[in-house]
Structure formats: C-alpha cells, structure tokens
C-alpha cells in the first residue's frame, strides 16, 4: 500500500485547510483497514488527528473533532481531511498512514505512512 498527501503547503490564520491521501496499491474499502491523519508540529512529536475506516466510521481526536472532518472518495480511492479555523500553531507536516485490524490513537502503530506534507499557517 502507498500514500500520497496532497494540499496547499500555505494557508492563512482563519482559513479552512483541506488535505487528500491519494492511495494505491490497495482499496480503502478493503476490510479492517483504518485511514489516519497525523501530524507534526515543528519541533514536537506527533500527533494523532482522526481517522476513517473501511466501512466509513470516523473517528476525532477530542482536542481537533471540532474543527477537522475526514471523508473519503471511494471511486477515486482518496482520503480527505478538512481542518477549520486555521491557527498558527496549526503548522505541521501532516502525514497520511493506515494499518490493518484495529483502530489507533498511537502513530506507532501505522504500518503504512505517506510522505507527509508541509502545511504553513501565516498571514
């Protein structure tokens, strides 16, 4: 399986930030396979956002569930994240990642991780 994220690599404070996860070698749908963003600020570790399952079911991180929503285009096999009012502290590479079986909150439990891609807040 590979993953590639792509987006804009500036937004400005207030702004909506919205991400894809171009995928191949497998299908999103594929059972028991779990669809994550996570990222990383500089300078700090990582962070679990959310993520989407095979079936569809979304799941937030607490701290972000008000401001990010994660879908998904089966036909296209894409993942999309969209995160809201933008903030400065929201500057991070952000990287897509799935694993199989089971639903984590722990990166280090991501099999299979993109690139990840730089995403600036500033005005």
């Known amino acids: 399986v590979q993953l590639q994220e792509s987006g804009p690599g500036l937004v400005k404070p207030s702004q909506t930030l919205s991400l894809t996860c171009t995928v191949s070698?497998?299908?999103?749908?594929?059972?028991?396979?779990?669809w994550s963003w996570i990222r990383q600020p500089p300078g700090k570790g990582l962070e679990w956002m959310g993520a989407?399952?095979?079936?569809?079911?979304?799941y937030y991180s607490p701290s972000l569930k008000s401001r990010t929503t994660i879908s998904r285009n089966n036909a296209k096999n894409t993942v999309w994240m969209q995160m809201n009012d933008l903030k400065p502290e929201d500057t991070a590479v952000y990287y897509c990642?799935?694993?199989?079986?089971?639903?984590?909150?722990?990166?280090?439990?991501?099999?299979?991780w993109g690139q990840g891609t730089q995403v600036t807040v500033s005005s």
């Open positions: 990642a799935a694993r199989e079986f089971a639903l984590s909150s722990n990166w280090h439990d991501y099999d299979y």
């Open positions: 989407i399952s095979y079936s569809g079911s979304t």
């Open positions: 070698g497998g299908s999103i749908t594929t059972a028991s396979y779990y």
